[in-house]
């Protein structure tokens, strides 16, 4: 198995552009994990989809913020606009579906860096 | 909301040497507490998991250990190893996963 595949893995842009991130969970998983890293605030949970569906998007930081599930071998995580504040490291994890505190598999992470 | 910490930060030893990675949590109403190893532009790596029923699950030469009334988890290494450099962070899981800053340790040949 390939596992978690993001794309793309370093991402600069600038303020006021849009920037979508993707990622690929692994086969048979049923739940899909956002997730932002930042020095200061470490991991922090963005949004969990079940079966594809979006389930708890509490950690979304604002209406900049937006994630798909199209179906389910594919994810987006958009900012539009971006801010220089967005820059961290962003990664999409999977698990089998059991339950969301059950082990998750993640991925490499996209490092943004918003000028 | 569940705080999760971890001291120290970052922690440096000597190669073959058995150490001790702190993990303490806030509130004690835990599914499970599991421990990640995350390696320089990497993402994180799933060591072991404890259930809030259980105190200690082993692999390999990783023993982790947890005492949910005192809110506190240890993973202790054994015959520490150069390989063994990386960024340790332990999660706390209830309804989400709720992840420490790590402890940063660097095993020196």
């Known amino acids: 198995d390939a596992g978690v595949i993001q794309s793309p893995r370093h991402e600069v842009t600038e303020m006021g552009q849009e920037v979508t991130l993707r990622c690929k969970p692994i086969s048979g998983h049923n739940s899909l994990f956002w997730y932002r890293q930042t020095m200061m605030r470490g991991l922090e949970l963005l949004i969990y989809f079940n079966n594809n569906v979006p389930i708890d998007d509490s950690g979304m930081p604002e209406d900049r913020f937006s994630a798909k599930m199209p179906n389910a071998s594919f994810s987006t995580l958009k900012i539009q606009p971006s801010e220089p504040r967005d820059s961290a490291v962003y990664f999409c994890?999977?698990?089998?579906?059991?339950?969301?505190?059950?082990?998750?598999?993640f991925g490499p992470g996209t490092r943004l860096t918003v000028l | 909301k569940q705080e999760v910490t971890q001291i120290p930060a970052a922690l440096s030893v000597p190669e073959g040497e058995n150490l001790v990675l702190n993990c303490s949590f806030t509130d004690s109403a835990i599914y499970n507490l599991q421990w990640f190893r995350q390696d320089p532009g990497k993402g994180l790596t799933s060591l072991l998991l404890i259930q809030s029923s259980q105190r200690e699950q082993t692999s390999g030469r990783l023993n982790a250990s947890l005492d949910k009334s005192s809110g506190r988890s240890t993973l202790y290494i054994a015959a520490s190893q150069p390989g063994d450099s990386a960024t340790y962070l332990c999660?706390?899981?209830?309804?989400?996963?709720?992840f420490g800053t790590g402890t940063r340790l660097t095993v020196i040949p």
């Open positions: 994890a999977s698990n089998p579906g059991g339950t969301r505190t059950d082990t998750q598999y």
């Open positions: 999660a706390a899981g209830a309804n989400n996963l709720f």
